[in-house]
């Protein structure tokens, strides 16, 4: 799914960049609405951290790229702790976090949060229950709770869907609900859009799926009584989420082109970069 | 005119080289496909095999290649489902394929024969996403229903739709050995008394034996590497295999795996490795048909 995304989020883009540059006059020209002519950055931006946030950087740097074609953004995806660990011995210009930063990490670093990824946990229509808490749900995924009738449902067994191991929603999920490699699933599919019709055709079924992704034919239940939806993950209410975190040296300036690239992602006018991406952005 | 004559035959002669060398490219270039695919893969597939271990990899219980402390790369739940899932679909197609081979070949009136082998060629040409498709969508659920499990993608829903995408080539490949017996033999059997019925499974089947086990290498051939269809039906879960439990074949263990997979990881690697099995598998199978056809025309 996070490819499908990102395939589905690139040509997007690019096409909304295409039908931009279309009305735009050749750079250097003056422009005639009167606004300013942006003079051409050059230089190159390193970001560096979260593998988790490879579709979103993808997105950021296609849409970037075509707005500031001198400047190159690279990304390595080496993790969270890596990418902190670079922004703050200057080795890259952004660190990426898929996780706020701790009390000793923050003296030397600023965190901006840029986007929030939410984990809907989905059941079949069908199922009575509505409310979990984020302990049932991990006692469902390590297998310790088998049958709905356990949690105030009906007398059915439960089948606990997934994603296939190395997928970013997956690894989202154990991380979240602290499963990791102890989950018991009943299915392992290779895309989300699998993991919501199997969840959908089968009554006992459970799952999980980035919040972007989940449609009618199934049921995202509440975790702690709060409802999955874009307004509690961004309010924090919402249990099962996580922030994306630009990690940026504290007390020192951003080189020209990262600042651009900064402000590109920050920029309101550019939420719908996340969006595609499958997360929610933090300044809608 | 005698050098005109000889400069026709000289045309002649160049074309005639220039065509037998296309020709002779063409056939070079699937030799070289195969050479270049067996290379490629005993290259990327040894180093996983070689720090995992062979032993380990191949028997190895568990497979957990993103394990946080410590991975491991056991292929065994894999190959035992190859295994079962195309013994399960031979034991389940074999025996419908070659009753209807029977039927196409001595009982059923021409036209009736004639509708009955365009449905089985349609049943050849049938992608195996659709297959996958409907597997998910109606055998998954109904499989749930019948044996009450909370969820249908089991092996038993990969067996049988495995049985139904081998029947078309176990029944061509029967129906054509049944139709190859001699009629003399038959005519013999029916002439002694025997009836139609002991005529055709103690006479015509057994002179035909040969081309239905060909038949059977051909069906296995083509459930042991399917992938698609089985990828949507089966759960793809890494356990040992059982029949009601959610399974993982070696080629869904590969396809599954290879978008996520980062390069130049362990777990990348052992995915080419499990392709090396699998490659020497149907190499094995390829083998043992090509034997069976030589013996049989030798004998």
Known sequence: ?284 | MDALEAKYAAAKRYSETAMGLVFLLCGVLAVAFVLLISAYLILSGLPAIREVGLLDFLFGPVWAPTHKTEPQFGILPFILTSVYGTAGAVAVGVPVGFLTAMFLSKLAPRRLAAVVRTAVDLLSGIPSVVYGLVGMTVLVPAVRRVFRLPSGATLLAAILVLSVMILPSIISVSETALNAVPREYEEASLALGATETETWFRVSAPAASSGIAAAVVLGIGRAIGEAMAIMMVAGNVANMPGLFKSVRFLTTAIASEMSYAGVGSLQRSALYSIALVLFLFIMLINVILNLWFKNKREG
């Open chain 1, 1 to 284: 799914m996070k490819k499908n995304i990102l395939a589905l989020a690139l040509p997007a883009v690019m096409c909304a960049v295409a039908l931009s540059a279309c009305g735009a006059q050749p750079s250097g020209s003056p422009a005639p609405d009167g606004k300013p002519t942006q003079a051409q950055l050059t230089g190159t931006v390193v970001t560096n951290g979260s593998t988790s946030m490879e579709k979103v950087m993808g997105a950021l740097i296609e849409g970037f790229r075509e707005l500031e074609g001198g400047i190159t953004v690279t990304y390595e995806p080496t993790g969270s702790g890596s990418g902190i660990e670079a922004a703050s011995n200057g080795s890259a210009d952004i660190g990426l976090a898929s996780r706020s930063l701790k009390d000793a990490e923050k003296t030397d670093l600023t965190e901006v949060v840029v986007a929030k990824d939410g984990i809907a946990i989905v059941v079949n229509t069908a199922n009575a229950v509505e409310d979990l808490t984020v302990e049932q749900v991990a006692a469902i995924a390590r297998g310790e709770l088998t049958n709905w009738s356990e949690l105030g449902g009906a007398d059915e067994a439960i089948a606990f869907i997934g994603r296939e191991a190395g997928s970013g929603t997956r690894g989202a999920f154990e991380e979240l609900t602290g499963t990791e490699d102890a989950c018991r699933y009943s299915q392992e599919l290779t895309s989300t859009g699998a993991v919501i019709t199997a969840v959908s055709t089968t009554p006992g079924a459970i799952g999980y799926a980035s919040l972007s992704s989940v449609e009618d034919t199934v049921k995202a239940v509440k975790i702690g009584g709060v409802a999955c939806s874009e307004a509690t993950v961004l309010d924090g209410s919402y249990a099962i989420q996580r922030p994306f975190v630009f990690a940026i040296p504290a007390g020192k300036e951003l080189s020209t082109a990262a600042q651009a690239f900064y402000d590109f992602a920050a920029d309101p006018a550019n939420a719908g970069l996340y969006t595609l991406a499958g997360v929610v952005p933090a300044n809608g």
